[in-house]
């Protein structure tokens, strides 16, 4: 196993449990140790600091304002799941529908095939019935105590005409209401506690951390183990079958690295063609967000935990109680709706994170709210490609955001919604002025404008090895890649399309999918 993340923790911790497979994980970050992993809070310290990421950045983004983005991607076991916001959201029934499109009859992929999967992991709190499963080993809960902050927005969006919603995934997506998160007994469950802290004690599991892949070894067009560096020296391991779960970015670097890529891309640095794949490192598909702020009239919200002593009081009630502040994500409700069809399928997730702020516009952080809209279906396709020949750099990649013109045309719907809701009695008894954009950035051009200057990303990079049954796939239905033996790609670049929504959710599904046909070849 090539990668420590959602999908590689679920696959070698289950593999390990379920068969008598010798399996060697290897991450090239550390084990999940540092106490803020674990403290839902903790993930906003985390990403300041860097200690647990890949700090990636795209290439200048020339069709919004010219700078890069950062893409930062999880180093260290868990993966993205032991960095995120926690949000645990399965997409909709058609994003599935167009992975099963991909592959035609040579596999099964739709909603319904990958809906036992679901179901399987899930531990969920506060639903049970045919679309929730309740025992499994992911935890899933939604907030303990909704903040006032909160309340009032999902009331504001039940008053701008969005229905409540208490389960974005039962059997309909659109509506407002609160998050489920993979939060259990006030602790973060990443893929690393569900699924690979359960196997650790097996002699059939070896995790080796710190332990940088650098190349697929082969013996003709079989896939026989994999080169890496630990501790300064290089290793060889043989496997029978070599799995990468290197995420969408360090998948196809990797695929490239060994051979396998657009002859094109080899060629430019000097790597022999061992499989063409055109496909390599094209597709690549990010959720693409932008903010609308307003600071509420009175103290509400998480803005005064931010620092100081208020944040030290929060830790110290979130040790003694398991609650508080600190017990909580910061996002406790959500909305997804269509803004150029309201009753239809949503196209836009709108967070709400109850502070106010825009760094982009030099807003410090203040009492309020930040309603973060987020295009879910974008149709901006990038790519990524090597920077060079040496397994230690990063990889070169363009998500090209917003590239699209339908995509910025949803996002300024998005916002224009969004100052409806504000606009409601709910928000208006309780909010200030608009902080970002500003009331007087009324046009489409100035909304334009808005969104190319603050807009951030969910790090939720898919597509880059995807799915198919076509030549130029570079996995089939069973995610082997075509033309290899004994060579996957199981993780989050195999998805034909992105999801409706944040993708750790379908990514462990389809691990879960993906071990069910590695353990029947075994």
Not at 43 to 55: A, H
Not at 313 to 319: S, V
Not at 465 to 485: F, I, N, T
């Amino acid at each position: 196993m090539v990668g420590g993340g959602s999908a590689g923790c679920l696959i070698a911790g289950r593999l390990a449990q379920e068969t008598d497979a010798r399996v060697l994980l290897l991450e090239a970050g550390g084990r999940d140790i540092d106490p803020l992993i674990h403290i839902p809070s903790g993930f906003s310290k985390l990403l300041q600091n860097g200690w647990f990421l890949w700090p990636y950045e795209s290439v200048p983004q020339t069709q919004l304002d010219g700078r890069p983005r950062m893409m930062q991607q999880g180093k260290g076991l868990g993966g993205g799941g032991s960095i995120n916001a926690m949000l645990y959201v399965r997409g909709q029934p058609r994003d599935y529908a167009r992975w099963q499109e991909a592959v035609g009859d040579t596999g099964r992929w739709s909603y319904d095939d990958l809906l036992p999967h679901f179901i399987a992991m899930e531990g969920n709190d506060s639903f049970s019935g045919p679309l929730h499963g309740v025992d499994g080993p992911l935890k899933v809960s939604q907030p303990i105590d909704i903040n006032a902050m909160n309340l009032a927005t999902m009331e504001g969006f039940t008053q701008a005409g969005l229905p409540y919603n208490p389960d974005y995934n039962g059997e309909r997506q659109r509506g407002v209401g609160p998050c489920q998160l993979t939060i259990g007994d006030a602790r973060r469950c990443s893929a690393a506690v569900a699924f690979l802290n359960p196997a650790r004690s097996r002699p059939n599991l070896t995790i080796s951390t710190h332990s940088l892949v650098t190349n697929i070894v082969f013996e003709g067009d079989r896939a026989i183990g994999v080169d890496y560096v630990h501790s300064g020296n290089t290793h060889r391991a043989l496997a029978g079958e070599v799995v990468l779960s290197a995420g969408a970015l360090n998948s196809p670097r990797l695929l490239m690295l060994s051979g396998i890529g657009p002859e094109a891309e080899l060629a430019r640095h000097g790597i022999a063609v061992k499989l063409a794949s055109p496909d390599v490192g094209q597709h690549l598909q990010e959720h693409p967000a932008v903010p609308i702020s307003a600071r509420s009239r009175h103290e509400m919200g998480y803005a005064k935990y931010a620092t100081g002593l208020p944040m030290l009081g929060a830790g110290a009630r979130y040790l003694l109680t398991g609650e508080g502040p600190a017990a909580t994500n910061g996002i406790e409700t959500v909305s997804f709706f269509n803004p150029h069809e309201p009753e239809g399928e949503p196209t836009v997730q709108c967070m709400h994170l109850a502070v106010a702020g825009n760094p982009t516009d030099g807003i410090e952080l203040s009492s309020g709210l930040t309603l973060e809209n987020v295009v879910i279906q974008p149709r901006s396709r990038g790519h990524v490609v090597l920077r060079d020949a040496d397994p230690n750099s990063a990889p070169v990649f363009d998500c090209n955001y917003l590239g699209d013109a339908e995509d910025m045309r949803m996002m300024v719907a998005s916002l224009r919604y969004c100052r409806e809701v504000l606009q409601t009695p709910a928000m208006r008894e309780i909010m200030e002025a608009e902080m970002s954009p500003g009331l007087d950035v009324d046009t489409d051009e100035g909304l334009v404008e808005h969104c190319k200057r603050t807009l951030t990303v969910n790090w939720h990079p898919v597509g880059t090895c995807r799915m198919g049954a076509d030549e130029d796939a570079v996995v089939d239905a069973s995610l082997r890649v075509r033309g290899a033996r004994n060579l996957r790609v199981i993780d989050a670049s195999i998805m034909p399309n992105i999801t409706s929504g944040n993708t750790n959710a379908p990514t462990m599904a389809i691990a879960s999918k993906g071990l069910e046909m590695l353990k029947a070849d075994l």
